[in-house]
C-alpha cells in the first residue's frame, strides 16, 4: 500500500502561483514514477505533469508547458507541483497518484497506470 497526502491548494489571482506538495508514504519501493492529473467541473480528469523514476525528462501537457514544473525530494519521499502564471482554466481539483503498472514512459499520462491516488486538494483561479 502507498499513501498518497497533498497539499498546497488554494486560491490565488490570474497570474500568481502556488505549489502543491504530495507527500508518499508506505511500499513507496513499489511506485516507478508520480503524475498530477486535475479534474475541473463537469469535465474528465487529466494528466498535468509525470515523472518516472528511470524516464528521463518529465511529462507535461501542452496546456502547462513552460508555466508548471514537476520535481521530487527523494529524502522527503515528496513529490511537487509548481505552478505559475495561473489561469482561470487552471481551476480543478488536483490529484497526485503514484504509477505502479505499465512503468513504460509511454503511460505516463494513462490514468490506468497509477495504482494510488491522493484525496486531491482544490486549485482555484480567480480573474
Known amino acids: 500500500q502507498v499513501q498518497l497526502v497533498e497539499s498546497g491548494g488554494g486560491l490565488v489571482q490570474a497570474g500568481g502561483s502556488l505549489r502543491l506538495s504530495c507527500a508518499a508514504s508506505?511500499?513507496?519501493?513499489?511506485?516507478?514514477?508520480m503524475g498530477w492529473f486535475r479534474q475541473a467541473t463537469g469535465k474528465e480528469r487529466e494528466i498535468v505533469a509525470a515523472?518516472?523514476?528511470?524516464?528521463?525528462?518529465?511529462y507535461y501537457a501542452d496546456s502547462v508547458k513552460g508555466r508548471f514544473t514537476i520535481s521530487r525530494d527523494n529524502a522527503k519521499n515528496t513529490v511537487y507541483l509548481q505552478m505559475n502564471s495561473l489561469k482561470p482554466e487552471d481551476t480543478a481539483v488536483y490529484y497526485c497518484?503514484?504509477?505502479?503498472?505499465?512503468?513504460?514512459?509511454?503511460?505516463?499520462?494513462?490514468?490506468?497506470?497509477?495504482?494510488?491516488w491522493g484525496q486531491g486538494t482544490q486549485v482555484t483561479v480567480s480573474s
Open positions: 497518484a503514484a504509477r505502479t503498472v505499465y512503468c513504460s514512459a509511454t503511460y505516463r499520462p494513462n490514468p490506468s497506470a497509477y495504482g494510488y
Open positions: 508506505g511500499h513507496t519501493f513499489s511506485t516507478c514514477g
Open positions: 515523472l518516472g523514476w528511470t524516464d528521463g525528462s518529465p
